[in-house]
């Protein structure tokens, strides 16, 4: 299992009274002939009349239901929240129902109360064209009073759900905020529908007024009705205050709203004197809410092309898609997208409970077509709750530079002070939020740069990484900076979505450090989402080889024998960029987001890391100093050095025009002059441990050019534009 959120998040919901639906699908005709013209709505029935109901329309689905059961179930099942069931049941067939059903979903029962008296709620809900009528029947004997609820079926919860149905029951929604401000937990009232609104107002008025509510949830119907009830208490007691004072106030002045405002406007406004915040729910219109530490109203839309078969439990899954939001801290406009997302998978399914295909659906609409794949080929309820845990921490830090590596690369490779500072000029540059797999080696270096510059640091862990003998739980990122993950797909698809832009204004980008399999597999998947139009955004992204000392050439070359070989198409990897120095990684960013180029890196920094044991791979004599065959071999190898970096400055074509040169055109150049049989890479280190100096004049390539150009001579070449 992947690990569950803390226990402090878990849920509280109070089902006052247990609930089961029994949900049919029926003709008009047939609907007409059971309820007559009162069609759609709900109303109570004798269990006779509900049975004579049931025995009518032939087959039907039957499932714990209720408003703060559904919640509870969908804050469970599609988003992995803990949570637990507070309520009374009978002991009948219908009540274990109840509770089998909702502990299948993962909710807790443990407080349930079983009365051996009385009989279990039941609900024949009808759905007709997407249009539902209820017909539900309730022993009064079977409830929870104020008195039945205790302390201790609070402790240890961090969250509360109530619906004002609860007002039905004297006292008790009363009891329950003030034993939920007792554990210090949170308050999110639904107000459940315009009768219980008109009807109680003034308890509801008390409940508010007490600061015990942290967010309320209503349709417009609550709403209006909220705002009717307050208009009329408003009067009264402007009446009152203008008798005493001899002269007229103005009622809706007095409601906490000016005259001219529309009803979300309107109700949010009145809701915010009491709560932190509130959201009104408008059906096809969305929905809109606002909270005191939000600047305006948060307005979001329907989700488009939904076909409604029936609308039974969306409101519920709109309240737990918009409580997952708030238990994450997410921006109130994401909660706003999640509850509309949550609701809209509801209205595509006959009854109340969404089957793991349709959280797919949730899944893949939230996070993109990758994620909904990744949570169908896998082990589907853990992964999908490993991406929200993802995605939380992805929208709460942001998008930014995305930095692939290998664990075994730690402080001793000659990588790692290069690695540290390209992450900490790249977040000085973008001002950016840095990424990585939150793991040792490279990826731990790229970390230690962007929490040098400032910026925001996140990691998505895997359990254990490749090559490493420990788990990867370092504490070196910032408390709350970390989601570790237990299988590598969902892993993946955070990784990369973490650098996918998704607006114009932000900056990010795919970096690959020195890296083995691991860092091979990502380059390869992104490579590949990138080939197919996948990446999940329409926004490009630069994507960079590190080609430190040549470390990538072989890589290059397969990827040219690809092309040659016709399994590659060279124009597949133009976006990809080839980059030999931090300074040429700087140049093109600054280039791709027509930002200022920074200035090179001075050389004394790259002399200083030299001198920190780091850099230098010169063979050494009996007493530590440079040996004379070493001092001699150096300078061959400085001399050849100063040669290639000349040929790859500038390169002379067939027609007389001169031609800058592209970085690896340098290694190849240097490979082709090369007499001795070394590689260039090892050419490279043993010159020094930090691989040639940066050269002024070059610039990264596109993986085309080199593809094109290795071994042909010359890359063309020029300064590579930016491609916002």
Not at 237 to 254: E, I, K, N, Q, V
Not at 647 to 662: F, N, P, S
Request: with cysteine.
């Amino acid at each position: 299992m992947s690990p569950p959120p803390p226990e402090d998040q878990r849920v509280i919901v109070l089902q006052v009274s247990a609930l089961v639906d029994h949900v049919a699908v029926v003709e008009r005709s047939l609907l007409r002939q059971l309820v007559g013209d009162e069609v759609a709505g709900s109303k109570r029935c004798s269990l006779e009349e509900l049975r004579q109901i049931l025995a009518t329309v032939g087959e039907f689905q039957s499932k714990a239901g209720g408003s703060a059961s559904n919640v509870g179930r969908a804050l469970a099942t599609g988003f992995g929240t803990p949570v637990q069931v507070v309520g009374t049941r009978g002991s009948d067939e219908w009540g274990s129902l109840y509770s089998s059903s909702m502990r299948r979903a993962g909710v807790s029962t443990q407080r349930m109360r079983v009365l051996q008296e009385g009989s279990t709620g039941r609900s024949a809900i009808l759905t007709c064209e997407g249009e539902r009528t209820m017909r539900t029947y309730m022993d009064p004997k079977v409830t929870t009073s104020a008195e039945d609820l205790t302390e201790e079926d609070f402790t240890g919860c961090s969250w509360v759900f109530l619906s004002s149905y609860s007002l039905y029951s004297e006292g008790l929604l009363q009891r329950a905020v003030e034993l939920a401000k007792q554990v210090r937990a949170k308050v999110v009232l639904d107000l459940a529908s315009y009768e219980v609104v008109r009807s109680y107002h003034k308890q509801l008025q008390e409940v508010l007024e007490s600061g015990g509510i942290h967010f309320c949830i209503c349709n417009e119907d609550e709403a209006q009705m909220l705002v009717r009830c307050s208009e009329v208490a408003a009067a009264a007691a402007a009446l009152a205050a203008g008798a005493s004072d001899g002269g007229a106030a103005d009622p809706t002045a007095a409601a906490g709203y000016p005259p001219e405002s529309t009803l979300p406007a309107a109700v949010l406004n009145l809701l915010l004197r009491h709560c932190q915040g509130a959201v009104v729910t408008r059906g096809v219109l969305g929905c809109v809410a606002a909270a005191r530490d939000v600047d305006g109203l948060v307005a979001v839309p329907a989700v488009p092309g939904v076909a409604v078969v029936d609308t039974t439990g969306a409101g519920d899954h709109f309240t737990a898609g918009f409580m997952y939001g708030l238990i994450s801290g997410l921006p109130l406009e994401r909660c706003c997208e999640m509850a509309c997302l949550a609701g809209a998978s509801a209205v595509r399914v006959v009854g109340a409970e969404l089957s793991q295909s349709e959280w797919q659906w949730f899944h893949t609409r939230l996070h993109g077509d990758l994620a909904g794949d990744v949570v169908q080929d896998s082990s589907a309820a853990e992964v999908a709750q490993e991406l929200l845990g993802c995605y939380a921490l992805i929208t709460r830090l942001g998008r930014g530079a995305v930095y692939f590596g290998s664990a075994r690369l730690a402080q001793s490779s000659p990588y790692w002070q290069r690695a540290i500072r390209l992450a900490e000029r790249i977040a000085w540059l973008l001002g950016s939020p840095v990424w990585t797999g939150g793991g040792p080696g490279m990826m731990r270096a790229a970390s230690e740069g962007g929490l040098r510059a400032g910026v925001p640091v996140g990691g998505i862990r895997i359990s254990r990484e490749a090559g490493t003998n420990v788990l990867t739980m370092e504490d070196y990122l910032p408390a709350g900076a970390a989601f570790t993950c237990k299988y590598l797909p969902a892993r993946k698809v955070a990784l990369t979505d973490a650098g996918a832009r998704q607006r114009p204004d932000q900056r990010t980008a795919y970096l690959f450090l020195p890296g083995g399999l691991g860092t091979m597999d990502e380059l390869f998947s992104i490579l590949t989402l990138l080939q197919l139009g996948k990446l999940g955004t329409a926004l490009p992204v630069p994507l960079l080889i590190v080609n430190w000392d040549g470390f990538y050439d072989g890589l290059l070359q397969l990827l040219r024998e690809f092309d040659q070989t016709g399994a590659l198409k060279a124009a597949e990897v133009r976006q990809v960029m080839v980059a030999r120095t931090n300074d040429e990684v700087l140049e093109y960013l600054a280039s791709f987001y027509d930002l200022p180029a920074p200035e090179p890196e001075p050389d004394e920094w790259m002399e200083k890391v030299g001198e920190d044991g780091l850099a230098s791979d010169t063979p050494e004599g009996p007493n530590g100093q440079p040996s004379e065959l070493g001092e001699l071999e150096a300078r061959m190898e400085k001399l050849a050095g100063d040669e290639i970096s000349a040929a790859a400055a500038i390169a002379v074509t067939a027609d007389g025009r001169l031609h800058r040169k592209a970085p690896v055109a340098a290694v190849t150049a240097a490979a082709a002059a090369s007499s001795s049989g070394a590689s260039s890479r090892h050419r490279s280190r043993r010159a020094s441990g930090l691989g040639t100096p940066p050269v002024v004049s070059a610039h990264a390539v596109s993986a085309e050019d080199v593809l094109h150009g290795l071994g042909l001579g010359s890359l063309g070449g020029g300064v590579v534009t930016g491609r916002k």
